[in-house]
Every structure is written in C-alpha cells, then in structure tokens.
C-alpha cells in the first residue's frame, strides 16, 4: 500500500501550493530591501518599539533608505511613535503604500488601524480555542502584509518583535536565513537572563545575530547634560554578543515616542548621540559579509 | 492531507466542498480508479487551524485529468457547493462563507475598533473602480483602510469615492 510520500501532490487541496505562491510575493515584494532587520529581546518593556522607532530615524538621517514593520500586532506601540496612528494604508499602482512617518519613513503597524482602547482580534468558528490557531493566524496576517506592501528599495527593513524569548525562533523561521537579529536588554540580571535565552534560542535555529543594544544605560539628565546611574552598579552577566550600543534613558526620548517625533533634530542630547552611533556600528555590520 | 483509496491503491483527489455547516467543513473525495467516494468531515477547530493559513480549499480546475474525470463523475447536484463554486466562475472560498470576516473581512473589532470610526453621517459610496484599487490591500487589513478611506473623504465633503479621492489621499498622506 502507498505511503503519504508515494504520492505527488497533495491530493486536490491546493494548500501547499497555496503557501508556495504567497511566500513568492513575499520575495517579490522584498526583492529590493537589502537587509532584514529584526529588532528583539524576548523580554517586554525593555524598549524595542522605542529603540526601532529611533534607530530606523537614525539610519534615515544618515541617508539610509528604511522601513518599519510593526510585528507585535497585539501591542503595536509604532504607529503613535511614528505619528501615523490613524493613517491608513492605501492602494498605490497595485500594491499597498504605507503611511510615512515624520522622519519620512514607511510603517507598517495595526496601531494605524485599531484605536488604542482596542484589542486585535480575529473572527473564528472555534473562538474559545484560540491557543490553537492564534498564533498561525497572526503569522498569515504578517505574510500576508508583507508580500503587498510596496516596500521598494530600502537599505533595511527594520522588524519591531512583540516579546516572548520562545517566539523569537518563529520568527527566526518566518523571517527565513535573510534575516539579521538585535538584541535590546536593560542594565540588569534580569533582562539579560531572558535576552540570554533568546539569543540561545536563536542560535538553535541558526538565526544570525548582530549584538545586543543596552537601553536605558544610564539616565540622561536634560539640565546637566551629564548621565547618571540608573541601575545599582554590579558585575552582569556576559552575553557573548557584540555590544552594538548603550542608550541613555533621555525623558526627552520617551516623549518624543508619545508626540510621534524623532529625535534626530536634537543632535546634542546624549541618547540622540548614543542612538547615532548604534546606527552606524548597525549598518557597519550589516554591510559586513557573514563569516 | 491525502487520502488514499486502498482496494486501488491510488490517491483520491479532491471533488467537491460541500456546503458548511457550523464551523464544519465537507471536503468530498474521490477515487478515480474506482469512483469510490468519501468525505472528510471537518470539526470546528479543524477547520480554524487550515483557514488560520489563509488557503483556500477547493478543487483543482483541470478537467482533462483524473481529477476531472472523477469530477464529472461525482455531478455535483445543482445548489451544492461545487456547483456554485462552478457558476461563480471558481475561487470561491468555503471558509469565506463559512466564518464570515475570518477570510473575507479579517478582524473582528473592524466597525467599531478602526480608526475614523463613528463619525457622523453615511459612508460616502464608493465606485466600481476605487472598490477594484482597494483590492490590493489584504483582505483582513482591507476593512480598516476602507474606513479611514471614507473618513478622509468624509472630512472634505465628498459624496462618492472614485480614483482622483483615492490618488488625492495618497498625496495628502505622502505615499
């Protein structure tokens, strides 16, 4: 008696030439982005939203061509730090154009879409089960953007994850080997216990990553102009990662996220300095070819 | 999935999709050996798991071969699914019926949760070829933009929604 890999085809269903044809129009979409950029940590509230948001501001100001995808659909921050909440996608010469932020870069993030007192949420016959099919609905959700979005040419696509250390080898094999990972963590064991695991996980699924960015290094302290301590100083965990930059936490940063602002026009703040060079050690790398 | 028909040791191919029927789908095969038929009954987190992929389950179209010999062979009964799918001119997804929002409309929280939402006044109309230009965007994000779409045209008065709204609000945003 055949066997299931006897027989060619999968027997009528068109499934899997389904997926086949929409992972084309991802690369077709993507064929002009030169880097992948997936911004991650594993661990929540460390600042991967702000430090995308801003980074991408960064590599924009430095002449770099970049875009921004909102992967965390479930808490999507971008959009407002953008200042595109409320802008919607719209159809462009037969693909869909993303709405620009202030810095004039494209985002993608449902923040656009949903107002901020709403929860996403997908109709389903098996509503009170969505353990079992959530996840694989936000993934289709995100091919799907993906392959219609008329990214263009871009120096880098810049992927802002939702956290969770176990999700980072989803996206790992969602994102496919093009993909290059960065890791943000904060000053303590904590934070870099899970950024540890993540980058184990990682490694697991062979994903490349870049190195790690250290937010909130410090606090910067706007009437000084000096930066100050602001975790407890001690011996921290080693990472084995290349450290890609340290960022100052700046007040003046986290209110230009809540106005939609960047904060390249404040060149002299010290986390303004901080974000430039990550930028530039970013790109640096990325040019680099693997080893 | 495959199915294979075991007296004839050869693959059943897909025939029909039947109507659904809450939250469960009917996938009919056959063997085109024998013409022996079968029916994969699907429960409703079944069929939630292969619509979350976002496919489509259907029959393949190429009536030279034996799958469309054996879909002659079924002759489908006029009204059933096949036949409507037949009439439609194909492409009809059993799930876009069967869940409604899941594959055609998406999100759950479109009406009330998207932005531009609950402004006064009715939705302007929107023409033939406006409609067609919004198909480019997923389906799932399509309600949300259609939203935002109408609540800029909304805001400067406008009736109807055609092409030069559309090309106006591109330039508006800067896209």
Redesign the interface.
């Known amino acids: 008696m055949k066997g299931y890999h006897d027989i060619k085809g999968d027997g009528g269903s068109r499934i899997v030439e389904q997926v086949v044809a929409r992972q084309g129009r991802i690369d077709a979409a993507l064929k002009d982005v030169r880097h992948l950029v997936a911004v991650g940590s594993g661990k929540g509230g460390v600042g991967k939203s702000t430090l995308t948001m801003h980074l991408a501001a960064a590599l924009a100001a430095c002449g770099g061509k970049v875009a921004v995808l909102d992967a965390d659909l479930n808490g999507p921050s971008i959009a407002r730090m953008a200042g595109v909440a409320g802008t919607t996608p719209l159809p462009v010469d037969g693909r869909m154009a993303l709405p620009r932020s202030r810095a004039g870069f494209g985002v993608f993030s449902m923040g656009s879409l949903l107002t901020e007192d709403r929860a996403l949420e997908f109709d389903s016959v098996a509503k009170g089960d969505s353990h079992t099919w959530r996840a694989t609905r936000e993934f289709t959700f995100l091919a799907e953007v993906m392959g219609a979005v008329a990214w263009g040419k871009l120096d880098a696509l810049v992927v802002d994850l939702p956290p969770g250390a176990e999700r980072m080898v989803q996206y790992a094999e969602f994102l496919g080997p093009r993909a290059r990972f960065v890791l943000v963590t904060i000053p303590s064991d904590v934070s870099r216990g899970v950024v540890a695991r993540s980058a184990a996980a990682l490694a697991s699924a062979k994903a490349r990553v870049l190195g790690y960015i250290e937010n909130m290094d410090g606090y910067a302290c706007a009437s000084c102009d000096t930066v100050r301590p602001l975790f407890a100083p001690a011996e921290r965990r080693d990472l084995g990662l290349t450290c890609l930059g340290r960022i100052p936490f700046d007040p003046d940063l986290a209110a230009a996220c809540d106005r939609g602002e960047s904060m390249t026009s404040r060149a002299n703040r010290p986390s303004t300095r901080a974000l430039a060079e990550t930028a530039t050690r970013l790109m640096t790398l990325l040019e680099m070819p693997p080893t | 999935?495959?199915?294979?028909c075991?007296p004839c040791?050869q693959?059943?191919?897909?025939?029909s999709v039947k109507p659904p029927d809450?939250?469960s789908l009917s996938?009919v095969?056959a063997c085109a050996a024998c013409g022996y038929e079968m029916a994969m009954l699907t429960n409703?987190?079944e069929?939630?798991?292969?619509s979350?992929?976002?496919?489509?389950?259907?029959?393949?179209t190429d009536a030279a071969g034996p799958?469309g010999a054996v879909a002659a062979a079924a002759s489908p009964t006029p009204g059933d699914a096949a036949g409507a799918t037949n009439k439609e001119g194909g492409g009809k997804c059993p799930f876009a019926e069967?869940?409604?929002?899941?594959m055609g409309?998406?999100?759950?929280?479109t009406t009330d949760?998207?932005?531009?939402a609950g402004a006064a006044g009715a939705p302007p109309a929107w023409t033939d070829a406006a409609v067609a230009?919004?198909?480019?965007?997923?389906?799932?994000?399509r309600p949300?933009?259609r939203?935002?779409?109408e609540r800029f045209a909304r805001e400067r008065g406008y009736a109807t929604i055609d092409e030069t709204v559309?090309d106006e609000?591109?330039d508006f945003?800067?896209?």
């Not at chain 2, 069967?98 to 899941?102: D, E, F, H, N, S």
């Not at chain 2, 409309?105 to 929280?109: D, L, P, R, S, Y």
Request: no cysteine; hydrophobic share 50%; net charge positive.
């Open positions: 999935m495959k199915f294979l075991v040791d693959p059943m191919k897909l025939t809450r939250g996938v095969y409703p987190y069929t939630q798991v292969v979350s992929l976002g496919v489509k389950i259907e029959p393949a799958a069967m869940i409604p929002g899941l409309e998406g999100i759950a929280a949760g998207a932005m531009g230009r919004l198909e480019v965007i997923p389906s799932f994000v949300m933009a939203t935002g779409i559309l609000a591109r945003f800067g896209m």
